[in-house]
């Protein structure tokens, strides 16, 4: 199965600071990568699919990058409702492999 | 608008089974494929498996194989998923997603409580 490592898996932000968050597969993964939101109370909401696309409805300040086994989602500009989970998923084989997520929490 | 309504709980005993469900409307139910994703309590997300409601293909995380059975009503427009032998680890959050390359729509999740 791949491996799918995020990092960090917590970390403190304010209001308005641009954050990375990473993601490291163990192996390379052809850009067969998304990220996801978890927001307290469950509700889970894909942001980006295939590494950079942008899902539709989701803000421009989101946005992702990478390629073979690291890829990153980059918040430019936090707000309050981007406090959540978020996940990163390798599509590329199976099993569907789930990142173990990293806790966006407000400083 | 895309729909996946899932019962909100569920609490069974300790070696049963269940079935839980996952209502689509919104599109044509046949053309996408729908995954089952398990969340234990404060844990991360584990697939489970994706089942083709045009001809119930599955495919099946091996960890899971003993453990669910993925099936689909097309009468209905509804994807069920049954677990057996249910223990304490079974406990968990379990939610369907539609399959549009990417998981692009997610059905609330059922909170399935194992106990005596």
């Known amino acids: 199965d791949i491996q799918m490592i995020q990092s960090p898996s917590s970390m403190f932000a304010s209001l308005g600071d641009r954050v990375s968050l990473s993601c490291r597969a163990s192996?390379?993964?052809?850009?067969?990568l998304d990220w996801y939101q978890q927001k307290p109370g469950g509700t889970i909401k894909l942001l980006i699919y295939?590494?950079?696309n942008l899902n539709s409805g989701v803000p421009s300040r989101f946005s992702g990058s990478g390629s073979g086994s690291d890829y990153s989602l980059t918040i430019s500009s936090l707000e309050s409702e981007d406090f959540a989970d978020y996940y990163c998923?390798?599509?590329?084989?199976?099993?569907?492999?789930f990142g173990g997520g990293t806790k966006l929490e407000i400083k | 608008q895309v729909q996946l309504q899932q019962p909100g709980a569920e609490l069974v005993r300790p070696g049963a089974s269940v079935k839980l469900s996952c209502k689509a409307s919104g599109y044509t139910f046949t053309s996408y494929w729908m995954n089952w994703v398990k969340q234990r309590p404060e844990q991360g997300l584990e697939w489970i498996g994706r089942i083709d409601p045009y001809d119930s293909e599955t495919h099946y995380n091996q960890k899971f194989k003993d453990k669910a059975i993925l099936t689909v009503d097309k009468s209905s427009s509804t994807a069920y998923m049954q677990l057996s032998s249910l223990t304490s680890e079974d406990s968990a959050v379990y939610y369907c997603?539609?399959?549009?390359?990417?998981?692009?729509?997610w059905g609330q999740g059922t909170t399935l409580t194992v106990s005596s």
């Open positions: 997603a539609r399959d549009d390359a990417a998981f692009d729509y």
């Open positions: 192996q390379g993964i052809r850009g067969n």
């Open positions: 295939s590494t950079s």
């Open positions: 998923l390798q599509r590329n084989a199976y099993p569907r492999t």
